[in-house]
């Protein structure tokens, strides 16, 4: 048979003719990679004219970034057939199948051409991804009705009525969607361990560990080795380290400043690679989700210096910071219920408030805010002789601040005696609020602005409470 390159185009003629109407893309080099033909269905596929490629070498073409890779090159390479997927400088992408055509047999058996059939994948590929948006946003819809669920049923895990809390909720539901690492800001009590388990519950991960490092705690010495794992000096076995044991989960770093150095830059190349160096001196991609949290925001630990550059570099997709609870008003009366209802449940109890003690819970700053809210309810629940708590149940100390200076203004109107149940009194008085801020502007965007709230927000609760016939439908 002749060489490829003193074949005269005469000889195959017919058999171009016929290619030409073959559904698929066919492209042929000779045994040097040189483009010898391409049919015209190759060119509506890759978007590409013949008069381009036609005597243009494979290894030119990807240089120059007109393919991506090249199945020609892999089978003058390897010998054997090959399949990839290739995309094109035009944007469009195709499967392609690179065929060695031989001469010969023996030793003297070679290469004298390669045919590759591309088929079009770009408008499967386009499917692909709008099945995966489509996948994407029912898994953040489905988190938001979880959500509306919990709420409706009383037993959600997490009060989000003040603005600011709505939207740390909008992006642990967004967050939970994504793998990227997630930096959670916040004073300690904030929520910022529970804010990370929640994130990982709505992720993908939920079925895998969650795992909390709290690099505070452990022994300087053999931090790495508990990481990591080691090679036990006794038997020779490898012993695996704790990251092994969270493989497919997610790890929360409860404080980014505690991280020693020694172990910062194999978290780095986990974060930014997901591969490391584990104690057997194995390069292994850990398939892990990490979300790090700290008393400070970014700027301030830019400021500070400690966290290095790199790692901070790392956690600027999704920051989420936590407001402390004084900041959250909004959010303090339904948090005291959320609690106090919880611990009813367990203890098949049915106490509640005076009015007294919601007052306090209104004035006082909560300087260890939502854990000290919960710790203190739980305690006065236990305390308390009666089922009605009062001021000295939940503030032993006797007073209404911990920095002993006078109580912040109370923003609502309570009854002077008795006790009540706050959920119902809750409504009553925003109700009223709502109804007043309505009635003297007019409209619900400045209603809301004037009571410090979303307008959405308002809407919706209006229509709540004119449901409840707690409010006219003006």
């Not at 946003?137 to 709505?166: H, T």
């Not at 770093?253 to 150095?261: G, L, Q, R």
Request: charged share 30%.
């Amino acid at each position: 048979m002749k060489d490829i390159r003193e074949f005269d185009p005469g000889d195959f003629e017919c058999s171009r003719d016929l290619l030409e109407y073959v559904n698929d893309g066919i492209y042929i080099t000779d045994n040097e990679a040189n483009t010898i033909y391409a049919n015209h269905r190759y060119e509506l596929i890759s978007g590409l004219a013949r008069s381009e490629i036609l005597g243009k070498n494979m290894k030119d073409m990807v240089e120059d970034g007109i393919i991506s890779q090249s199945g020609t090159l892999a089978v003058l390479r390897d010998g054997k057939s090959v399949s990839m997927e290739q995309s094109f400088r035009t944007g469009k992408r195709a499967l392609i199948k690179s065929s060695p055509v031989w001469d010969g047999e023996g030793e003297n058996r070679r290469i004298i051409m390669v045919i590759t059939v591309v088929s079009e994948v770009t408008e499967i590929y386009m499917i692909r991804r709008e099945l995966e948006r489509l996948r994407d946003q029912n898994k953040y819809y489905q988190n938001e009705i979880a959500m509306l669920e919990q709420e409706r049923s009383g037993g959600r895990a997490y009060v989000a009525e003040d603005r600011s809390s709505r939207e740390v909720m909008r992006l642990v539901s967004q967050a939970a969607l994504l793998d990227d690492p997630v930096f959670i800001s916040g004073q300690a009590g904030t929520g910022r361990e529970f804010t990370a388990r929640a994130i990982h519950d709505l992720s993908r991960r939920n079925v895998f560990p969650f795992l909390k490092i709290d690099f505070s705690v452990m022994p300087a010495e053999g931090t790495s080795k508990y990481l990591f794992g080691y090679m036990d000096p006794g038997t020779g076995e490898y012993k695996p380290g704790i990251l092994d044991s969270a493989a497919g989960g997610t790890v929360y770093i409860s404080e980014i400043d505690d991280i020693p150095a020694d172990v910062r830059s194999r978290f780095l190349g986990l974060l930014s690679t997901g591969e490391c160096v584990l104690g057997d001196g194995r390069l292994t991609r850990l398939d892990l989700r990490f979300i790090i949290g700290s008393h400070y925001d970014m700027q301030e630990l830019a400021r500070r210096g400690n966290a290095g550059d790199s790692l901070m570099k790392a956690l600027l997709v999704i920051q989420i910071h936590l407001k402390a609870l004084r900041e959250r008003k909004d959010d303090i009366l339904p948090l005291a219920d959320h609690f106090l209802q919880q611990v009813n449940a367990q203890g098949e109890t049915k106490k509640t408030f005076s009015a007294d003690c919601v007052r306090q819970i209104c004035a006082y700053s909560w300087p260890g805010n939502v854990e000290e809210m919960r710790v203190k309810i739980r305690r006065a629940a236990l305390v308390s002789r009666s089922g009605v708590i009062e001021p000295e149940d939940l503030f032993p100390e006797g007073r209404s601040r911990t920095d002993g200076t006078a109580p912040e203004p109370v923003l609502v109107s309570v009854p002077e005696s008795g006790s009540i149940r706050l959920r119902e009194e809750l409504a009553r008085i925003e109700a009223a609020c709502m109804a007043k801020a309505f009635a003297r502007y007019g409209n619900a965007r400045q209603a809301a602005q004037s009571l410090g709230m979303d307008s959405s927000t308002f809407v919706r609760k209006r229509q709540k409470y004119v449901k409840l016939g707690l409010m006219d439908n003006q």
